[in-house]
């Protein structure tokens, strides 16, 4: 069983160490809560190897990163919510997951109980972080939303028609699934997992799988290698269809908007027939994952075709469409960084971390990661539109791969599996993170990090100093799931 | 030609979905499925509604948000309870901070339309049982 060595780390050296790991270009996988004052942290260096932090004390707190890497501030305030540990130094402590309705003493993550709680009377809202002075309006927006949209919460500070400053209150889906995965055996896990997140459901399939197998020592046969690098493409083509038709919907460029819904479906009614689901629900598990025909696969990949360069084209030259993208909604690539931003939004401006390149899963696949620049709204467009067509082009290589492959032997994993261990994956938001510990075979602590997690603060700070009506353009460039990050 | 007897408006609720329910929702405004040549459309305000239409298990922090919007849907209205988390038969009905389906949260819905997602033919199919009154909570999925 392999799991990952965990190096016990000296409360005075916590913060010397992260630093030094930051500072040496590390990309933060995730900060993992323990039950019993314990801590770990996992970062995945340049060369691809995982290095693995644990840090354990008594009484009530532990040392905040947060002021030198504020890409922690909302994991050290859930893990403070969640578990009631104390970041000591943290400058925001306010509740981020925890409503008022929250029974004082419920810290659901650091307690065996299974029972709900009884909630009190109140309304949920927690308090606002606003701008005060002569002039300035407070605008609050949601939960609930005017399109088909998930649930958040978002307080404006405005002066005029210009955003000062975004507070974000999200987590109005927190269901409570990192609990509800605790104690149950390998077999119970999929379906649940599947369910995290409806546009990122591949990727955290993926992550649980790879996990399991890692612990078990297991090395999965290349056909299913290449059976799961079609389905991580396939959603990926998914995911970034759907945004780039939100986005120009977001402008009323109601042509795009609809051809692209359009061809969103055709891929999905492919999905449908090639692997029995619209979104790619329950298609990958340990020692598993779906299959569809090779054939009548890249038959769908050259019908879609047709249909995409004529859009792209549209897209493209449409001179209005970009004079609304260009220049809003930016992120400077410094912030990017200090952020620890994944996926589209930090690629856009500049960063070229695709976790695919490190990915064992993608080691026979040449993957460039596309970089986009300007940090803008019309940057996470461009960098989607290329992300396409470059899954396109693997998908047609795994699939030429798996028209002669047979089927590798039957895999199920041991039954008293045992261990700790961390996977990633590139999802179609970018880097999503697991962090798994099982005993006998069940479930003792899961953690799940999504790349939208990493990225909502970059929403608020691409607001500020916008328009107020830009702010369904802004946040559409973006397409955060809420679910993946509220869990 | 097609002549539409009663228009129905739905505004659309997320209480605690994985976001598959939203997308196969909007999926019906896109041309293989046309909603709005069914007189079907979905607004921007529960004043405009006539069904209101939950996704998710209803955690618990959307429970008011759920209550105060069904309570700004004038009558004559309709609840619909879309997928299996808001039909109460989800993996999360366990869930600490969720409240286990719309029946177990709020009330009864009028229409349950199973599946995880459902997919969207059969939503339509089902949604349009508002328009002509045939409408009975079927059996949630096994
Ligand atoms: S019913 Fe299925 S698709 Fe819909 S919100 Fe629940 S888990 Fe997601």
């Known amino acids: 069983m392999k799991s990952i060595a965990v190096e016990t780390i000296e409360s005075d050296q916590w913060l010397t160490r992260n630093e030094l790991l930051k500072q040496a270009g590390a990309q933060l996988l995730a900060l993992t809560a323990f039950r019993g004052n314990r801590l770990e942290i996992h970062w995945l260096l340049p060369d691809g190897n995982v290095t693995a932090g644990a840090l354990n004390w008594n009484g009530s707190g532990f040392p905040s990163l947060s002021p030198y890497l504020p890409e922690v501030a909302w994991d050290e305030r859930e893990i403070h919510d969640l578990f009631g540990y104390v970041p000591k130094g943290h400058p925001d402590l306010r509740p981020l997951i925890r409503t008022p309705r929250w029974p004082a003493g419920f810290y659901p993550l650091n307690d065996d109980s299974r029972l709900r709680p009884i909630w009190v009377d109140m309304e949920p809202d927690n308090p606002a972080k606003t701008v005060e002075g002569d002039g300035v309006t407070i605008m609050k927006v949601g939960p609930t939303h005017a399109g088909v949209i998930e649930s958040g919460h978002f307080v404006f500070s405005i002066m005029g028609e210009n955003i000062l400053h975004l507070d974000l209150h999200l987590f109005q889906n927190h269901r409570g699934v990192e609990k509800s995965l605790e104690g149950l055996s390998t077999e119970e896990v999929p379906p649940l997992v599947t369910r995290i997140c409806g546009a990122d459901t591949v990727s955290h399939q993926t992550n649980w799988a790879m996990a399991v197998e890692q612990l078990a020592g297991h090395q999965a046969p290349e056909t299913r290698c290449w059976e799961r690098i079609v389905l991580l493409e396939s959603e990926r083509v998914l995911s970034h269809l759907n945004d780039l038709a939100q986005i120009p919907a977001g402008v009323g460029f109601q042509v795009a908007h609809q051809r692209a819904l359009a061809m969103k479906e055709q891929w999905q009614r492919g999905l449908l027939t090639l692997f029995g689901h619209r979104l790619l629900f329950d298609t990958v598990r340990p020692g598993w994952s779906a299959k569809g025909d090779s054939d009548s696969f890249l038959a769908l990949v050259r019908a879609m075709m047709r249909d995409w360069h004529p859009w792209r084209s549209m897209v493209e030259g449409h001179h209005g469409f970009h004079d609304r993208m260009n220049g809003v909604g930016l992120v400077r690539r410094d912030d990017a960084e200090r952020f620890g931003a994944v996926g589209v939004a930090a690629r856009a401006t500049g960063l070229a971390f695709d976790a695919r390149t490190l990915m064992p899963l993608y080691q026979n696949v040449s993957v460039k990661p596309v970089t986009g620049g300007a940090g803008d709204v019309a940057a996470r467009f461009k960098v989607r539109l290329q992300e396409v067509e470059d899954s396109w082009r693997i998908l047609q290589a795994a699939l030429d791969h798996l028209r002669e492959a047979s089927d590798g032997p039957p895999w199920t994993p041991p039954q008293d599996l045992a261990g700790e261990t961390v996977s990633y994956s590139e999802s179609p938001h970018g880097l999503n993170v697991h962090v798994v510990a099982l005993e006998e075979g069940r479930i003792r602590r899961y953690h799940v990090r999504p790349a939208t997690f990493r990225n909502w603060p970059l929403v608020a700070l691409a607001t500020a100093g916008n328009a107020v009506g830009d702010f369904p353009l802004i946040n559409k460039s973006f397409e955060l799931c809420y679910s993946c990050s509220d869990r | ?142």
């Open chain 2, 1 to 142: 030609m097609h002549r539409q007897a009663k228009s129905l408006q739905l505004r659309h609720l997320d209480a605690g979905s994985c976001n598959g329910c939203e997308q196969e929702l909007t999926a019906l405004t896109s041309r293989y499925y046309d909603m709005q040549q069914f007189g079907l459309d979905l607004v921007a305000s529960p004043r405009h509604a006539d069904a209101l239409v939950v996704t998710g298990p209803v955690t618990d922090t959307m429970k008011e948000p759920l209550r105060k919007t069904w309570n700004a849907v004038p009558r004559p209205k309709r609840l619909v309870a879309f997928g299996d988390c808001a039909a109460g038969c989800g993996v999360f009905q366990e869930a600490y901070a969720s409240h286990g389906g719309v029946a177990a949260a709020f009330e009864a819905p009028d229409l349950v339309i199973p599946g995880c997602p459902p997919q969207p033919a059969d939503v339509l199919k089902q949604i349009r049982r508002l328009q002509t009154g045939d409408e009975k909570p079927s059996a949630p999925n096994p």
